[in-house]
């Protein structure tokens, strides 16, 4: 079996696309695996480093351009239709994946032109326009939640199947984890990242909520900044007479390379609404406190975040309502209801699909083997 998986811009894009892939392999050993992307995406340098052949095609996003900047961008998605259709020829791929990001758009035209099935994956509650369009010639979409059925055109052919995590996201355990980060047994833990890149505002709430937790609960927090706010965050923690680091109880770092630690030993985490990071979120049951970004396009985060809330799995504060106060509130009800955390982690666990990349991954199969799709 041959394969081409496409999807980048960012992790939430190029995570799921090797976590299917991964398990296509695993489910067709000998599987053939071609990644396209682009080489200012995060992919062209994770890809290679996860063992994957990987080619570039030039793209550009369309949405937010204007109308001076739409003719370049779109000659520029022309000239990767092209260069995805010489791609595919040569390659002669069974199947193509694509994942969203502005660089599916044109390796799902060229599967189309050159007659290749294609399958989508979207991440989102809310799907994003590349990802609307192709579905209507797609032999198959999936989709981590109901809801997103909705947003696609009638005809196309929708699966729910969650979306793909690690597979370290489960197998760690919370003594695991604990020990790994240096957290005592019995203390309450919370895990508090606004995205791979951090989120000044929610950093500042968290600065200004903290003294309210360790003064009154048994609490460790695991502070996740984002390489670019870790400076000024470690300014602010010092100001507000708060040791980060051991041993202290607030553990701040600009980026966790064992995330999959964190969450296993986390009662409760504090985070954005990207498809992966909720993903993960429920495979484990964690009671969330969600922080949509409202800088993302349509918006997708907030209708991923309230798809928790109307579960019952996450409490939602919009970043117009964040502040300290607000988010001392909202944390200290589930540090101090174990009942209600027990509800929450009940109600994740419901939404939850840990085995989502073997289910895209059966999809896949089957369009490329012209089978009945079945997750």
Known sequence: MRLVVTGGGTGGHVYPALAVARAIVRLRPGTEVLYLGTLDGLEAGIVPREGFCFEAVPSRGMVGKGLAGL?????????????????IRRFRPDVVLGTGGYVTGPVAVAARLTGVPLVL????????LTNRIAARWAAAVTVPFE???????????????????????????????????????????????????????????????LPDWLAELDVWAVFVTGQRYYDEVMTALDKAGIRAGAP????????????????????????????????????RGIPAVVIPSPNVTFNHQEYNARVLERAG???????KDLNGPALSRVVRRLLTDPELRDRMH???????????????????ISAAEGRPIVP
């Open 346 to 364: 009940r109600a994740s666990l419901k939404l939850g699909r840990p085995k989502a990349a073997e289910a895209i991954a059966r999809v896949v």
């Open 248 to 283: 202290g109880k607030v553990i701040a770092v600009p980026y966790l390379h064992r995330a999959d630690a964190a969450l296993a030993a986390a009662d409760v985490v504090v985070t954005r609404a990207g498809g992966t990071t909720l993903a993960e979120v429920t495979a």
């Open 71 to 87: 003719p370049s961008a779109g000659l520029t998605v022309l000239r990767g239709v092209r260069a995805a259709g010489r791609i």
């Open 121 to 128: 994956h979207e991440g989102n509650a809310f799907p994003g």
């Open 313 to 319: 799995a996450a409490k939602v504060i919009l970043e």
């Open 147 to 209: 809801q997103a059925r909705r947003h696609f055109p009638r005809r196309a052919k929708v699966f729910v199947t969650g979306n793909p995590i690690r597979e370290e996201i489960l197998a760690t355990t919370p003594e695991e984890g604990r020990r790994v980060l240096g957290l005592p047994a019995a203390a309450k833990v919370v895990y508090l990242v606004g995205g791979s890149r951090g989120a000044r505002v929610l950093n500042e709430a968290v600065v200004a909520a």
